[in-house]
């Protein structure tokens, strides 16, 4: 399994970010998918034990995009222009969760991803689809994407 680099400030991988989950994902080219395994921290509690629907939403929509880079590709960019969430049961803080990503559709210029949560018993929390679109070059020259010093700017570990 390829372990995919992570960026710096990112608040679900990001290494320089001290409230990140700090989440390390992997590609699974066998199984078509990406995956991390995270634990959510109460501070991303909705109510007491139970993640927010943001929270929820952002680990699903980080996961289903890295599904684009399955084959490797780090340097393709897109951008979540829809998601749509689906909230199937609770998910709970404080515990081991399992993350995958896939690719339903992918072009040049815009992808279709999914993601779901899944407890360990592969229960599946929340899923998700979304439409990602390659952005226009000045959004990325506007976020410095060509910078040395980017704070997007992803390692590998």
Known sequence: MEKQPVARDCFICGWGNEISMKADFFN?????????????????????????????????????????????????????????????????????????????????TKARVAAEIRLLDGTVTARCEALLLKPPQSFLEQCGFESETAVWKMRED
């Open 28 to 108: 699974d080219v066998e199984a078509g998918q990406v995956f991390t395994e995270v634990v959510i921290p109460s501070y991303g509690d909705g109510w007491p034990g139970i993640a927010h629907g943001g929270i929820v939403s952002a680990l699903l929509d980080e996961t289903s995009y890295r599904s684009i880079w399955l084959d490797g590709n780090y340097d393709r960019v897109m951008a979540t222009a829809e998601m749509d969430v689906q909230f199937r049961r609770p998910t709970p803080t404080g515990q081991l969760l399992r993350v995958v990503g896939w690719t339903l559709e992918l072009a040049e």
